[in-house]
């Protein structure tokens, strides 16, 4: 083991993370896209056909998002992976105290295991799940290599890495609590104490300190995210170009943003027709680059989906192919049955009547088998309704 990977599993066994409490309950809410039938219609349009999937937690940590990941996906075999012996014990212990496998019916392996010799697992996985790890890793693009020989056709990847925009002022302390450490770099205690005695003794209009009041200091509280945040040994930071150079290493091809209302260039622009026409002539990469030079604060990181060809996409342009098709409500809607919901995103909608009735229809499926057509023949909605439902995965669909 390389003496970085060596102080890397070293800071998470002085700082097991996230710090997540463990709970005497399975977690509320929801993570779309942690929910694999969620994510799979987000990344192609369509419901998948399987539900009996393998999934791999790759940096899993303490085990906050494989449990989710069990809760969303009760038939699925996973294996959740972490290079962190106490991460993984108290992974272990959480998934035991929440009872979140009471109502399991798939498997879950924990393996103490780097990301890069993921390619030692048994089989292929049809979603890898990496929130957080790659940009700790000596060499980022041998850890997505790994993940990207693993998953398998037609398999989908979330994962999520920094982006050095918005965390400038991170990297400022980072190196400024290096500095002060001297001979006690690698002492993570001490690296936590120095930073927090930098932050009280900053002037209050500091820009490092305002930026942590206004950004970070409410999960800084606790000393493992201060640590996670401060003081890690290793860690990449990536921008525009550079993110779709790492992408490009793994082979698999770029999905899209999981959050795509950041990367939206009208919220910018578009008060402008001329700027607006401007960006249109830049190529996606381009315009994904004016976005976090414009508004780079708001790009702390990346969060985005790659797959391994050939994956189906579906637009549903085909008048016939959407009438065939079976509608169901997004598994991940939180108040239905009200007009008033939180939607994938979280975020609130409201439904008008028209949308209420035609989604009352799609409650009843799968077991009701009604395609679109069906629905449509005993409502006032039309296909252009149905479209702008699917827009804003309010529904999702299936062709079987």
């Given at each position: 083991?390389?003496?970085l990977?060596k102080?890397?599993?070293?800071?998470?066994n002085?700082?097991?993370?996230?710090?997540?409490?463990l709970?005497?309950?399975?977690p509320t809410?929801?993570?779309?896209?942690?929910?694999?039938?969620?994510a799979y219609?987000?990344?192609?349009?369509?419901?998948?056909?399987?539900?009996?999937?393998?999934?791999?937690d790759?940096?899993?940590g303490?085990?906050?998002?494989?449990?989710?990941?069990?809760?969303?996906?009760p038939?699925?075999?996973?294996?959740a992976i972490?290079?962190?012996?106490n991460?993984?014990?108290t992974?272990q212990k959480r998934l035991?105290?929440?009872?979140?496998?009471a109502?399991?019916h798939g498997?879950i392996?924990?393996?103490q295991?780097?990301?890069?010799?993921?390619?030692?697992?048994?089989g292929?996985?049809?979603?890898?799940n990496?929130?957080?790890?790659?940009?700790h890793?000596?060499?980022p693009?041998a850890?997505?290599k790994?993940?990207?020989e693993k998953l398998?056709?037609?398999?989908?990847?979330?994962?999520?890495?920094?982006g050095?925009?918005g965390?400038?002022?991170?990297?400022l302390?980072?190196?400024a609590?290096a500095?002060?450490?001297?001979?006690?770099?690698?002492?993570?205690?001490?690296?936590?104490k120095?930073g927090?005695?930098i932050f009280?003794t900053?002037?209050?209009?500091?820009?490092?300190?305002?930026?942590?009041?206004?950004?970070?200091?409410?999960e800084?509280?606790r000393?493992?995210?201060?640590?996670?945040?401060?003081?890690?040994p290793?860690?990449?930071?990536?921008?525009?170009?550079?993110?779709f150079?790492?992408?490009h290493?793994?082979?698999?091809?770029?999905?899209?943003?999981?959050?795509?209302d950041?990367?939206?260039?009208e919220?910018?622009?578009?008060?402008?027709?001329?700027?607006?026409?401007?960006?249109?002539?830049?190529?996606?990469?381009?315009?994904?680059?004016?976005?976090?030079?414009l508004?780079?604060?708001?790009i702390?990181?990346?969060?985005?989906?790659?797959?391994?060809?050939p994956?189906?996409?579906?637009?549903?342009?085909?008048?016939?192919?959407?009438?065939?098709?079976?509608?169901e409500?997004?598994p991940?809607?939180?108040?239905?049955?009200?007009?008033?919901?939180l939607?994938?995103q979280?975020?609130?909608?409201?439904?008008?009547d028209?949308?209420f009735?035609?989604?009352q229809?799609?409650?009843?499926n799968?077991?009701?088998?009604?395609t679109?057509?069906?629905?449509?023949?005993?409502?006032?909605?039309?296909?252009?309704?149905?479209?702008?439902?699917?827009?804003?995965?309010l529904?999702?669909?299936s062709?079987?």
């Amino acid at each position: 083991m390389s003496e970085l990977r060596k102080a890397v599993q070293e800071l998470y066994n002085t700082y097991p993370f996230p710090p997540d409490p463990l709970l005497d309950e399975p977690p509320t809410g929801y993570n779309w896209r942690w929910h694999y039938q969620s994510a799979y219609n987000f990344c192609t349009g369509i419901k998948p056909d399987n539900d009996k999937i393998r999934i791999l937690d790759a940096g899993c940590g303490t085990g906050s998002g494989t449990e989710y990941l069990i809760l969303h996906n009760p038939y699925a075999e996973i294996i959740a992976i972490d290079i962190s012996e106490n991460a993984l014990a108290t992974a272990q212990k959480r998934l035991e105290k929440s009872g979140v496998l009471a109502n399991f019916h798939g498997s879950i392996t924990f393996k103490q295991l780097p990301i890069e010799s993921a390619v030692t697992l048994e089989g292929h996985f049809d979603l890898i799940n990496c929130v957080g790890v790659l940009h700790h890793l000596p060499d980022p693009k041998a850890g997505i290599k790994a993940l990207g020989e693993k998953l398998a056709e037609g398999g989908i990847m979330h994962i999520f890495v920094y982006g050095e925009l918005g965390r400038w002022e991170i990297q400022l302390m980072q190196k400024a609590i290096a500095l002060l450490q001297n001979d006690k770099i690698g002492d993570y205690k001490d690296g936590v104490k120095v930073g927090r005695e930098i932050f009280a003794t900053l002037p209050e209009n500091n820009r490092l300190v305002k930026r942590e009041k206004e950004r970070w200091q409410w999960e800084n509280q606790r000393d493992e995210c201060f640590a996670d945040m401060y003081v890690h040994p290793c860690e990449t930071d990536y921008n525009i170009d550079t993110l779709f150079d790492f992408i490009h290493s793994s082979s698999l091809e770029f999905i899209g943003f999981s959050n795509p209302d950041i990367w939206q260039i009208e919220r910018l622009i578009g008060k402008n027709p001329d700027l607006m026409s401007r960006a249109e002539n830049l190529n996606p990469i381009q315009r994904y680059r004016l976005i976090e030079l414009l508004d780079p604060e708001s790009i702390t990181h990346y969060e985005f989906f790659l797959a391994k060809p050939p994956l189906p996409k579906y637009d549903w342009q085909d008048d016939e192919l959407l009438g065939k098709a079976k509608p169901e409500l997004n598994p991940c809607l939180y108040g239905w049955e009200s007009k008033s919901l939180l939607d994938y995103q979280f975020k609130p909608v409201t439904i008008d009547d028209e949308e209420f009735t035609f989604m009352q229809y799609c409650a009843k499926n799968p077991t009701a088998n009604l395609t679109v057509t069906d629905i449509l023949g005993q409502t006032n909605f039309t296909l252009p309704q149905v479209r702008s439902l699917l827009s804003q995965q309010l529904i999702i669909l299936s062709n079987k």
